[in-house]
């Protein structure tokens, strides 16, 4: 069946550090790649998202990268601070079906 | 705006016993998804319901599982005969259902399900 795999599992960062989070899926139909954030004790929130016709995008401090081609997404995450403390996941779904597959998610921790 | 509710926010059952899990959506928006939460498995989609309808159950367990949503204001997700398997946070999301699943979903707080 179709998977989304994420890298790493978890990270620990200096406040300020800059980080990576790859993903990549197996479904060449997907075709839209929502990310949600969940911090400890609260609900997973929605942060970023692209779709397969683009290459980029950026939301302040977010910026996501997509490769149709490798079917590989990264997710960049600038001068953290400790409340980007959260696991982050990375997730896709195909064109006109409503089935989103996840990663497993990446545990970012922030040092102050 | 209390966004997506849930509940219980916990339950206990006996293994065997029946469980019912309850989610209200978002007010105005016609897509609801249950997901189940566990360490091992991660996020795994469970069904998925459009203006009331079902229409993708592909991650249903079929013997135990089932869903519904009698209106628009509510969803219930009913385990039977739970298993300790079963234990898991039961995640309700919410979304405009616009353009399929490129609609933001909003996540309720979940329901963790513990069988003994």
């Known amino acids: 069946g179709e998977q989304v795999e994420q890298l790493p599992s978890s990270l620990i960062v200096q406040e300020g550090a800059s980080v990576l989070i790859n993903c990549s899926y197996t479904d060449s139909a997907s075709v839209y790649f929502p990310w949600y954030k969940q911090e400890p004790g609260k609900r997973l929130q929605f942060i970023i998202d692209i779709r397969s016709n683009m290459e980029r995008k950026q939301n302040q401090r977010l910026t996501l990268l997509f490769d149709k081609k490798t079917k590989h997404l990264s997710l960049h995450i600038t001068a953290t601070q400790p409340g980007d403390s959260a696991i982050y996941f990375c997730s896709a779904s195909r064109t006109n079906a409503y089935k989103v597959i996840f990663g497993k998610g990446t545990h970012l921790h922030v040092l102050p | 705006n209390a966004g997506v509710i849930q509940t219980p926010r916990h339950k206990v059952t006996g293994k065997g016993q029946e469980a019912t899990l309850w989610c209200e959506p978002i007010s105005g928006h016609s897509a609801v998804f249950w997901y189940r939460q566990t360490i091992v498995q991660g996020l795994e989609f469970l069904t998925y319901?459009?203006?009331?309808?079902?229409?993708?159950d592909s991650g249903m367990p079929k013997e135990r599982f089932s869903a519904q949503m009698p209106n628009q204001s509510h969803s219930t997700l009913k385990i039977q005969s739970t298993q300790p398997q079963d234990s898991a946070v039961y995640l309700c999301a919410s979304s405009l259902g616009t353009g399929g699943a490129r609609a933001e979903q909003f996540f309720g707080p979940g329901t963790r399900l513990t069988v003994l």
């Open positions: 319901f459009r203006n009331q309808a079902p229409i993708d």
